[in-house]
């Protein structure tokens, strides 16, 4: 399948410290990818970089097709704004407007007029269809960070990228969102890419991959959470993973 | 405790707050000095061998209140020198005499408290200096001073009367010395009402017999009918008109200080809650760890103490700079004479510091109120909703500001000016208080119009953020909509009021020249019957008179006044707009009185500028109150109660004066012919205006300093739009918009808050709705506040790339 991300030997410097080492990595349309690793291991940086939020020191980051190294920012925001969407841990919700007008924001950036079909079936599938008018404090952190979602989803785009969206939720809200993320892979062909730090988590998605020090050093397919908890214990045990 | 505030505090808000205190600080030094000037600053001493002064008593006292000063000389008798000479302790005693007196020919240095009192009797010499060559002047034209040559003719005008004189001796005190009995002639001390009279009795201390100890025995002695000053108060009693003149200065300061006293409690308190609204979210988990609420508001205290703490002493050593610029300021205009100098005592920078701590301590503890009581979960994203209680206690400040505005509809004496002057405050504390809410209503009713929402995402962004964010948004309006309305109300309200007195004062005196000798410090005598013999002509003497209540909102107790003093011949030549009466019938005790202060006929108290009191016939009432105040007193009356006894101007009809005036030395013509009440008014105005741009500049960089921290401290929120695409550009048209709709909102909120005294202040005073000019300060201010804005936001939004 055709892929909708590509990085290729990425590496992310931060001074003297290597936040991505040399990673290459392809997201084929319509997959759930999963990334977990040890705290510090890379997956927010490598995150950002592959949804063209950050800039790599070297490498090539190339979504849709264009290379994202050589964009300005605002070139970049521009591309972003059509092929990714995105979720965050804390919601980023802006306070001062209403959820409907948090949800269509980034279209209004764009400056794109807002499929209301697309939307209401969004609205309408995550269950905020009669708190679309309040201002987000007003929500649980569940319905927020749903909010959040059909926000990401809002402009089609063609990845979703996911920074950890259930780490403040508690375990119910967090399986709805999860529940809500593979729904969206399967019936809607979406594809997304989520850092996650619960192996429970990540045995929803399609496959998922270990991060350690920069690198993704293991691609594990539909892994059993058992196995994947052994293996995030050996890692942050620092033993040899090979 | 201190250490986890200390550590919490944003630098930025702080920032903010040091600023405010910095600027505050310096406002109360400057004002305190000049209100510690008004009970303090002193003409240096003359007599500077006397310890001990016996003079009349030069004030009133007014119960409750500071005591009414008398300018004018109040003389003792003559005799009072024997008795004082014969009271064990007194080394010596002299009758001191002080007369107008100035030389002519040639250049003179200026004589310390002016020429008004710098003739004096050679006796007073033994206790103010030393004979350093010549002789003692012995015959009526001989005349002894410090700058001159022995032997020299000099053309001396001297209690009115020019004459040449040799001079036969040099000392080394200022001032003219005379022989007594040429002074007592000058003095007027030998015929009239002041005959054998001295203006006080200088004393000096026998050996070994100490000042304060002298004055108790001679307290003893002479009882309460006189003032016995020893040390610094010598100076008082030597110079009342001094004493009365630094009174000023405690009225110029207490007209503005009220406002300024507000804006810096405004400024530190906005400064406050910013600091405190940037750390909302630690202020919650603090909370969350398990602070009290007293914890918390002590953890925002000891913050705001300390960053106010470090602004203290520069802000106080700005202040004595300002002061001495103000300083400046009022011995330009006349107010403060240039040898009384300001007084610089540590008091003011003390009272200041205490006041902005007390200031501090009370806005911080407001402003964390809400903060600290708030409920442990919400906190994080809430962004505060103002409090109902805050909305409501502003809109009636607004709706009392409204009902004041009125007062010139109802009284049209210059009292009803005050209705207007006090509302621009009062409304403008009240939109402080009711901004968050109306800046919420109105962005809130714009961001739900169709218009709105077809509008592009910054611009979208910026009106709704406006809206959801009401109370940050509201301070900064809030602010503008204060430098707007003050700077509009209290420049166009003087305008106003000037514009209407010359209107009175204009038609009053038209047609007329006006003839002063400012540095003989009156009108020599004889000129007026010369100049009487050419044209039509009026003498006339300003003075000050004490009376009681006499118009609406008029000072309950006693009140002292400029006053001028006209006589019969004014009939027909000043044009006061007489309702019933007639000016011939100003002589003796006689007094004219606004038409809405008195009929014709009635009897009036007065205390005349010496002490003396006066019960007076009112003979005439006139319409021109606004030129000529609520009073006219007899130019006898007036001459017989004033230091020099000298007119202080002639109004003629213009003719060919120059050859008569070219015989007068230092007598000037102008024709520029002004209302009375225009000098003392004009000097106010301008001193209130110095101030006033003082606050108001204050107040802008206080408001810019605050835009600049609010929005640099809106990185996180920027970050975000950015990840959910926002371009820099679309972020930096998102903050100019709303900076826009900021300067927007300000200029409309003050002009209108100004608009309404403002338009009531033209339909009382000039019969139409518009104030008088400069209209021009309309789109002036809202083009600073505009600048200011835009200069503050442009600053940090440059930054995001
Ligand atoms: N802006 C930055 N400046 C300097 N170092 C950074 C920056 N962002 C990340 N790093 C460093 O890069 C490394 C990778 O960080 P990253 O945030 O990608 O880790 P992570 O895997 O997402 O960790 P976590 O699971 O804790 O979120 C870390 O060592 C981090 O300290
Ligand atoms: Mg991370």
Redesign the interface.
């Known amino acids: 399948m055709r892929p909708v991300v590509t990085l290729d030997r990425v590496t992310k410097r931060y001074g003297d410290l290597v936040a991505l080492d040399e990673v290459t990595l392809a997201v084929p349309q319509g997959r759930f990818v999963a990334v977990m690793g040890p705290s510090g291991s890379g997956k927010s940086t490598l995150l950002h970089c592959a949804a063209a939020?950050d800039r790599p020191t070297s490498g090539t980051v190339k979504m849709g097709g264009t290379d994202v190294g050589r964009l300005s920012?605002?070139k970049r925001?521009?591309l972003?704004?059509k092929h990714a969407g995105?979720v965050?841990q804390s919601y980023?919700l802006?306070?001062?407007?209403s959820v409907q007008?948090n949800i269509t924001?980034?279209l209004?950036?764009?400056?794109v007029r807002p499929d209301r079909e697309w939307l209401d079936e969004l609205v309408h599938r995550v269950g905020l269809r009669d708190r679309l008018h309040h201002?987000?404090?007003a929500l649980s952190g569940g319905q927020q960070q749903r909010a959040a979602i059909v926000?990401a989803l809002a402009?089609r785009p063609d990845v979703v990228f996911a920074d950890e969206p259930t780490g403040a939720l508690d375990l119910r809200s967090a399986g709805q969102v999860l529940d809500l993320l593979r729904e969206l892979v399967d019936e809607l062909g979406q594809t997304v890419v989520m850092v996650t730090h619960d192996p429970a988590a990540a045995t929803r998605a399609h496959e998922t991959l270990v991060m350690a020090d920069g690198r993704v050093i293991d691609v594990l397919d539909a892994p059993a959470p058992e196995e994947l908890a052994v293996r995030l214990t050996r890692l942050a045990g620092g033993e040899p993973v090979r | 405790m201190i250490r986890i505030a200390l550590a919490m505090a944003r630098i930025g808000g702080l920032v903010v707050v040091f600023v405010a205190v910095l600027g505050g600080m310096a406002l109360l030094t400057a004002t305190g000095v000049i209100v510690d000037s008004g009970f303090r600053s002193q003409l240096p001493l003359r007599l500077v061998q006397a310890e001990v002064m016996v003079s009349a008593r030069q004030s009133i006292p007014v119960k409750e209140d500071l005591p009414v000063a008398l300018p004018e000389r109040a003389p003792v008798p003559g005799s009072l020198v024997g008795v004082v000479r014969e009271v064990p302790g007194v080394a010596a005693a002299v009758g001191d005499l002080s007369f107008p007196a100035a030389v002519v020919s040639g250049t003179s240095p200026p004589v310390p408290g002016g020429p008004a009192t710098a003739g004096h009797g050679w006796s007073s010499l033994s206790l103010s200096g030393r004979l350093t060559a010549g002789r003692v002047p012995r015959g009526q034209d001989e005349i002894s001073l410090r700058d001159g040559r022995l032997g020299e003719r000099l053309r001396v005008v001297a209690g009115g009367r020019p004459a040449t004189y040799r001079v036969t001796a040099l000392v080394d005190a200022p001032g003219l010395y005379f022989s007594d009995a040429a002074a007592a002639t000058l003095a007027g001390r030998t015929s009239g009402g002041r005959a054998g009279t001295v203006d006080l009795v200088a004393v000096r201390a026998a050996a070994g017999v100490s000042p304060d100890e002298l004055a108790r025995t001679l307290r003893q002695r002479l009882g309460d009918r006189y003032e016995i000053a020893t040390g610094r108060y010598r100076s008082d009693a030597e110079s009342p008109g001094a004493v009365a003149g630094r009174g000023l200065l405690l009225v110029l300061p207490g007209s503005i200080g009220g406002v300024s006293l507000m804006i810096v409690g405004f400024v530190v308190g906005g400064g406050l809650s910013l600091s405190i609204n940037r750390q909302r979210r630690e202020l919650a988990l603090l909370r969350a760890a398990g602070a009290t609420p007293r914890q918390v508001r002590r953890v925002v205290a000891v913050q705001g103490l300390a960053a106010a703490a470090p602004a203290l002493a520069p802000g106080a050593a700005l202040g004595y700079f300002l002061a001495a610029r103000l300083g400046d300021l009022l011995v330009g205009i006349g107010a403060l004479r240039a040898d009384q100098p300001l007084v610089y005592g540590p008091l003011p920078a003390i009272a200041a510091a205490l006041l902005l701590l007390g200031v501090v301590r009370v806005a911080s503890w407001a402003a964390s109120l809400r903060v600290s009581r708030m409920p442990v979960v919400s906190g994080v994203a809430d962004l505060g909703e103002p409090s109902p209680f805050r909305t409501n206690a502003g809109l009636l400040l607004i709706l009392a500001s409204l009902v004041l505005s009125g007062a010139p509809l109802a009284v049209r004496t210059e009292a009803a000016a005050i209705g207007p002057a006090t509302a621009a405050p009062l409304a403008v504390i009240g939109l402080a208080l009711a901004g968050p809410r109306l800046v919420q209503r109105a962005a809130g009713a714009l961001a739900r119009s169709r218009f709105v929402a077809r509008l592009s995402g910054p611009c979208w962004l910026a009106v709704h953020n406006t809206h959801g964010h009401a109370l940050r948004t509201a301070g900064a309006v809030a602010a503008l909509g204060m430098v707007v309305t003050l700077g509009l109300s209290v420049t166009l309200t003087q305008t106003t009021l000037a514009e209407a007195r010359s209107a009175q004062a204009a038609p009053a005196m038209r047609g007329l020249v006006t003839i002063t000798a400012p540095s003989l410090s009156g009108i020599p005598r004889g000129l007026l019957e010369e100049v009487r013999e050419l044209t039509p002509a009026a003498g006339m003497v300003t003075t000050t008179v004490v009376t009681g209540p006499l118009a609406f909102a008029d000072n309950p107790r006693l009140t002292a006044r400029p006053v001028l003093g006209l006589g019969p011949d004014a009939e027909g030549l000043v044009d006061l707009d007489l309702v019933d009466g007639a000016l011939s019938r100003l002589t003796g005790a006689a007094v004219a009185l606004d038409e809405q202060v008195g009929r014709v006929g009635e009897r009036l108290d007065v205390i005349m500028g010496d002490g003396a009191r006066v019960e007076a016939t009112v003979v005439a009432t006139y319409r021109r109150g606004l030129a000529f105040g609520p009073i006219v007193v007899s130019r006898d009356l007036a001459a017989a109660h004033t230091t020099t006894g000298l007119d202080s101007a002639i109004m003629a009809r213009p003719a060919a004066l120059a050859p008569l005036l070219a015989r007068w030395p230092a007598v000037e013509v102008t024709g520029a012919t002004q209302g009375p009440q225009a000098g003392v008014a004009s000097g106010q105005a301008l001193v209130n205006l110095a101030v006033l741009a003082v606050l108001l500049a204050y107040l802008l960089v206080a408001v810019a300093n605050r835009l600049v921290a609010t929005t640099t401290a809106r990185r996180d929120e920027l970050d975000v739009l950015r990840r959910l695409g926002a371009t820099p550009r679309q972020l930096r048209r998102m903050i100019r918009w709303e900076a826009v709709l900021i300067a927007a909102g300000a200029s409309g909120a003050g002009i209108v808050l100004a608009a309404v005294p403002l338009v009531m202040l033209g339909i009382g005073f000039l019969s139409r709705p518009v104030p008088a000019g400069p209209l021009w300060l309309v789109p002036g201010s809202v083009l600073v506040v505009g600048l200011v804005v835009w200069l503050a936001v442009e600053l940090p939004a440059r930054r995001i790339r």
């Open positions: 939020l920012e605002t925001t521009v972003r704004r995105f965050f980023n802006l306070p001062a407007i007008d924001l980034p209004r950036l764009a400056g201002k987000p404090a926000r402009a």
